[in-house]
Structures are given as structure tokens and as C-alpha cells.
């Protein structure tokens, strides 16, 4: 088995989100899988596998310290990476297949980008008051800078907080411990954007196995959500620039477009870190 640890959605070395990804896994189980996950501490690991779909380039496991996901975007984008450095050569010129835990995904080269195709949203509307209560307590921001509570699940369940401004996002004290499978996040805009910067503002947070919240450096998931939101509601048009990470030290940087067939792709840069890592068998 190899060992590759990649860089996500970062705006420049070593500003994204690390990702380790394990080829030749087929002989390891989930129980092994989740072990290499929390040994290595990274937000996600992914492991690739031949495809079971015949329309697939290959398949990938997705795990988080808590267990494993259907979906993740800094996972999609990394293994894609990943299985082209290695020596993958997609069925369909320009189009890379990944077969995950919700099915088929689209990833495409773009520029100096990967991006994938944001997939729908298993829950969307919004929150009810109890859950905005809660969601408001886990992420520890002020009632009044809250815009709009919503559902943003598209494999992890998101639930999104929009609040009046970037520097709300920014100064938001999340509790030290929540509930197994927490995945809340907050948006707001940057009023100082320049031409080509950032127009949002992002953190994403989530329970690890222990109950302690962590925040994640850059996520896809969330921002292929986000975007719908903010699309579907007039809030974006065609392209944006989002941002995230800066309160953990990274500085994702993560492109939004919206297509005229209506589909909406996610896109980052993603930089090989090291390489050819050998794991020990005995998992």
C-alpha cells in the first residue's frame, strides 16, 4: 500500500487542507481503514479501490475520525489528484468518474483547478427554532448577526448559519465538546473584497470520535452546499471566490461557478506534498 499526502484548496503552499491517501487498499477492512484515520489525525483520509460501477475510473472510501462519509469535496479533489499522479488515465478525455458512497461524481480539470460537481443536496429549507437554537449554542455566535438558518446536507449534515458579516464569522467561539456526528458551519460576506478576492467568509465545524469540536481548514462538502444556497437564493450569480480556514492557520481559497445547464462545480488547487509512503501490513 502507498501513502500520498496532498494539499487541498489551498492559495499557496501548505495553505489548504492535507489529505492522505492510501492506494491498494482493498485488503484492508473499515475497521482498519478507520484506524489509519485517526492514527494520522488529518480531517479525512480516503482510500482507493477498483471501481464496482463500469461508468467509474475508481472508487474511494472516505473516513473521518468519527467514521466514514458518503461524500466529502477536499476528499474528492485530492484522490482525483492523487489517481492521476499515479498513473490513472481517466475513460473519458477531460472527464474523471469517482465512485463514492452517494454514487457517481463528476471531476473535470480546469486551469490549474480540479473541480467536481457539487452533487445534490439530501436536505435543504430551514432550520426549525430548535434547531437554530442549538445550532446558534454549538457555534457560539450572537442571535442578533444571524441572517438565515438552513439545512445544507449533501452527504455530511450541514447545518448552516448565514450571519450579516465576515468578522461575525470570524469572531465565533464554537463549544469544546458537542455530540458524535455535529457538522454545523458559518457564512458571512467580506465587505472589502477586492477585484478576484474572496466575497465569503467560511468555518466549518465538527465532532471528533471523542466529542471534542474541531475546526476543519477548508471543506468541500460545505462549500458545494453553500453555493447552492446561494445561487438558488440570488445571493451569487455565475462566479464567486469563498475563503476559509484562517482561524486554524491555513487559507483556503475555494472557487464557485455555476454553469448554464444549471450545475454547479467546486474548484481548488491541489498540490502533492510527499509521496510513495509505504504502509505496513497487519491492520
Known amino acids: 500500500m502507498q501513502l500520498d499526502l496532498v494539499d487541498v484548496f489551498g492559495s499557496g503552499p501548505l495553505t489548504g487542507n492535507p489529505l492522505a491517501v492510501v492506494h491498494g487498499a482493498v485488503d484492508l477492512d473499515a475497521d482498519a481503514m478507520l484506524r489509519i484515520t485517526r492514527w494520522l489525525g488529518f480531517s479525512e483520509t480516503t482510500f482507493l479501490l477498483p471501481p464496482t460501477d463500469p461508468a467509474a475510473d475508481y472508487r474511494v472510501r472516505i473516513f473521518y475520525p468519527a467514521g466514514e462519509l458518503p461524500f466529502a469535496g477536499h476528499p474528492t479533489l485530492g484522490t482525483a489528484h492523487a489517481w492521476l499522479a499515479s498513473g490513472g488515465v481517466p475513460k473519458t478525455t477531460g472527464r474523471i468518474v469517482q ?142 471566490v469563498a475563503a476559509q480556514g484562517r482561524k486554524t492557520g491555513a487559507d483556503g481559497s475555494i472557487h464557485c461557478r455555476k454553469e448554464a445547464d444549471g450545475s454547479i462545480w467546486i474548484a481548488g488547487r491541489v498540490a502533492t506534498v510527499s509521496t510513495g509512503g509505504a504502509l505496513p501490513g497487519g491492520f
Open 99 to 240: 465512485e463514492c458512497g452517494i454514487g457517481l461524481v463528476d471531476v473535470r480539470q480546469e486551469s490549474d483547478m480540479l473541480a467536481f460537481r457539487a452533487p445534490p443536496l439530501t436536505r435543504s429549507g430551514p432550520l426549525d427554532a430548535v434547531d437554530l437554537a442549538e445550532t446558534i449554542r454549538l457555534c457560539g455566535v450572537d442571535e442578533k448577526d444571524v441572517v438565515a438558518g438552513v439545512h445544507a446536507a449533501n452527504g455530511p449534515g450541514w447545518k448552516l448559519l448565514h450571519l450579516a458579516s465576515a468578522e461575525a464569522v470570524l469572531a465565533a467561539e464554537p463549544v469544546a465538546r458537542a455530540p458524535l456526528h455535529t457538522d454545523v458551519a458559518l457564512l458571512g460576506p467580506r465587505d472589502d473584497a477586492g477585484v478576484g478576492e474572496a466575497q465569503w467568509e467560511l468555518r466549518a465545524f465538527f465532532a471528533d470520535a471523542t466529542g471534542r469540536v474541531c475546526e476543519d481548514p477548508v471543506t468541500g462538502s460545505l462549500n458545494a452546499a453553500v453555493a447552492q444556497y446561494l445561487f438558488a437564493s440570488g445571493q451569487a450569480h455565475e462566479a464567486y
